[in-house]
Protein backbone atom coordinates (compact mmCIF):
# COMPACT_ATOMS: atom_id res chain seq x y z
CA UNK A 1 0.00 0.00 0.00
CA UNK A 2 2.86 2.38 0.77
CA UNK A 3 4.02 1.88 -2.66
CA UNK A 4 1.18 2.87 -4.40
CA UNK A 5 0.19 5.74 -1.87
CA UNK A 6 4.13 7.37 -2.10
CA UNK A 7 5.10 6.02 -5.74
CA UNK A 8 8.47 7.94 -5.61
CA UNK A 9 10.01 8.37 -2.00
CA UNK A 10 13.18 9.74 -2.99
CA UNK A 11 12.04 12.20 -5.55
CA UNK A 12 9.09 13.12 -3.45
CA UNK A 13 11.55 14.32 -0.96
CA UNK A 14 13.83 15.69 -3.31
CA UNK A 15 10.85 17.56 -4.54
CA UNK A 16 9.62 18.74 -1.20
CA UNK A 17 13.19 19.90 -0.18
CA UNK A 18 14.05 21.61 -3.52
CA UNK A 19 10.65 23.44 -3.45
CA UNK A 20 11.64 24.91 -0.07
CA UNK A 21 15.34 25.60 -1.20
CA UNK A 22 13.83 27.76 -4.06
CA UNK A 23 11.57 29.40 -1.78
CA UNK A 24 14.67 30.02 0.81
CA UNK A 25 11.59 29.79 3.47
CA UNK A 26 9.99 27.83 6.04
CA UNK A 27 6.91 29.66 6.41
CA UNK A 28 3.81 27.10 6.84
CA UNK A 29 2.05 27.88 3.67
CA UNK A 30 5.51 27.07 1.53
CA UNK A 31 6.24 23.80 3.60
CA UNK A 32 2.36 22.79 3.06
CA UNK A 33 2.91 23.49 -0.67
CA UNK A 34 6.24 21.56 -0.73
CA UNK A 35 4.49 18.48 0.84
CA UNK A 36 0.91 18.47 -1.68
CA UNK A 37 3.27 18.83 -4.22
CA UNK A 38 5.92 16.28 -3.18
CA UNK A 39 2.89 13.81 -3.26
CA UNK A 40 0.70 14.61 -5.75
CA UNK A 41 2.98 15.08 -8.42
CA UNK A 42 4.99 11.74 -7.88
CA UNK A 43 1.54 10.42 -8.24
CA UNK A 44 0.60 12.10 -11.72
CA UNK A 45 4.03 11.17 -13.13
CA UNK A 46 4.32 8.17 -11.60
CA UNK A 47 2.59 5.97 -14.70
CA UNK A 48 4.76 7.46 -17.06
CA UNK A 49 7.76 5.29 -16.11
CA UNK A 50 9.35 3.24 -18.13
CA UNK A 51 11.45 0.50 -16.48
CA UNK A 52 14.64 1.51 -16.56
CA UNK A 53 17.80 -0.85 -16.24
CA UNK A 54 19.33 -1.01 -12.83
CA UNK A 55 23.14 -0.59 -11.87
CA UNK A 56 24.84 -4.09 -11.46
CA UNK A 57 27.98 -2.66 -10.99
CA UNK A 58 28.07 0.44 -8.29
CA UNK A 59 31.71 0.51 -7.97
CA UNK A 60 32.05 0.51 -11.63
CA UNK A 61 29.85 3.10 -11.98
CA UNK A 62 31.61 4.95 -9.34
CA UNK A 63 34.90 4.51 -11.43
CA UNK A 64 33.33 6.19 -14.78
CA UNK A 65 32.21 9.00 -12.99
CA UNK A 66 35.86 9.62 -12.01
CA UNK A 67 36.84 8.85 -15.71
CA UNK A 68 34.51 11.24 -16.67
CA UNK A 69 35.14 14.01 -14.24
CA UNK A 70 39.08 13.85 -15.55
CA UNK A 71 38.18 13.79 -18.89
CA UNK A 72 36.51 16.71 -18.75
CA UNK A 73 39.74 18.49 -17.37
CA UNK A 74 41.74 17.45 -19.52
CA UNK A 75 39.40 18.36 -22.58
CA UNK A 76 39.28 21.92 -21.17
CA UNK A 77 42.85 22.14 -21.52
CA UNK A 78 42.63 20.75 -25.04
CA UNK A 79 39.93 23.09 -26.22
CA UNK A 80 41.89 25.41 -24.65
CA UNK A 81 44.72 25.31 -26.14
CA UNK A 82 43.08 24.48 -29.58
CA UNK A 83 41.38 27.77 -29.24
CA UNK A 84 44.07 29.90 -28.24
CA UNK A 85 45.63 28.68 -31.69
CA UNK A 86 45.43 29.40 -34.80
CA UNK A 87 41.78 28.60 -36.07
CA UNK A 88 42.79 27.62 -39.10
CA UNK A 89 44.27 24.41 -37.26
CA UNK A 90 40.65 23.15 -35.91
CA UNK A 91 38.68 20.58 -38.57
CA UNK A 92 35.13 20.36 -37.44
CA UNK A 93 33.29 17.54 -38.48
CA UNK A 94 30.61 15.40 -37.68
CA UNK A 95 30.76 11.42 -37.09
CA UNK A 96 28.27 8.52 -36.78
CA UNK A 97 29.06 6.47 -33.77
CA UNK A 98 28.01 2.80 -33.95
CA UNK A 99 26.08 1.77 -31.23
CA UNK A 100 26.55 -1.91 -29.07
CA UNK A 101 24.04 -1.03 -26.21
CA UNK A 102 20.53 -0.50 -27.04
CA UNK A 103 18.92 0.76 -23.70
CA UNK A 104 17.38 4.30 -23.39
CA UNK A 105 19.17 5.26 -20.07
CA UNK A 106 22.58 3.87 -21.22
CA UNK A 107 22.22 5.91 -24.32
CA UNK A 108 21.71 8.83 -22.28
CA UNK A 109 23.74 8.55 -20.13
CA UNK A 110 26.71 7.73 -23.31
CA UNK A 111 25.27 10.72 -25.01
CA UNK A 112 25.65 13.41 -22.10
CA UNK A 113 29.17 12.02 -21.41
CA UNK A 114 29.87 12.84 -25.03
CA UNK A 115 28.28 16.23 -24.54
CA UNK A 116 30.01 17.19 -21.33
CA UNK A 117 33.85 16.77 -22.27
CA UNK A 118 34.95 19.96 -24.19
CA UNK A 119 35.06 19.51 -27.96
CA UNK A 120 32.19 16.61 -28.72
CA UNK A 121 28.39 17.41 -28.60
CA UNK A 122 26.34 14.28 -29.05
CA UNK A 123 23.79 15.57 -31.84
CA UNK A 124 21.02 13.03 -32.55
CA UNK A 125 20.05 9.36 -31.74
CA UNK A 126 18.85 7.32 -34.66
CA UNK A 127 15.74 6.26 -34.74
CA UNK A 128 16.62 2.72 -34.23
CA UNK A 129 18.73 4.00 -31.14
CA UNK A 130 21.66 2.20 -33.36
CA UNK A 131 24.01 5.36 -34.09
CA UNK A 132 25.19 8.17 -31.83
CA UNK A 133 25.80 11.36 -34.06
CA UNK A 134 28.63 13.14 -32.84
CA UNK A 135 30.02 16.40 -33.57
CA UNK A 136 33.75 17.28 -32.58
CA UNK A 137 35.55 20.64 -32.91
CA UNK A 138 38.27 18.89 -33.81
CA UNK A 139 37.90 16.09 -35.65
CA UNK A 140 41.27 14.93 -36.88
CA UNK A 141 41.01 11.44 -36.80
CA UNK A 142 37.16 10.03 -37.31
CA UNK A 143 37.98 6.31 -36.69
CA UNK A 144 40.32 7.35 -33.18
CA UNK A 145 37.17 9.46 -32.02
CA UNK A 146 34.74 6.25 -32.76
CA UNK A 147 37.41 3.92 -30.76
CA UNK A 148 37.64 6.46 -28.07
CA UNK A 149 33.88 6.56 -27.42
CA UNK A 150 33.08 3.26 -27.63
CA UNK A 151 36.36 2.11 -25.49
CA UNK A 152 36.08 4.73 -22.91
CA UNK A 153 32.41 5.44 -22.35
CA UNK A 154 30.40 2.95 -24.17
CA UNK A 155 31.98 -0.57 -22.99
CA UNK A 156 31.71 0.47 -19.07
CA UNK A 157 28.25 1.59 -19.59
CA UNK A 158 27.38 -1.75 -21.13
CA UNK A 159 28.89 -3.59 -18.59
CA UNK A 160 27.59 -1.01 -15.87
CA UNK A 161 24.30 -1.81 -16.58
CA UNK A 162 24.59 -5.45 -17.49
CA UNK A 163 23.25 -4.58 -21.54
Not at 18 to 35: R, S
Amino acid sequence: MRSRLLPMPVQSLLLFLVWLLMNNTLETGHIVLAAVLAFIIPLAVNRLQHPQPTIQKPLLALRYVMLVLMDIVIANMQVAVLILGPLKKMQPGFVAVPLDITQKLPITLLASTVSLTPGTVSCDVSEDHCWLYVHALNLVDEQELIASIKTRYEAPLKEIFGC
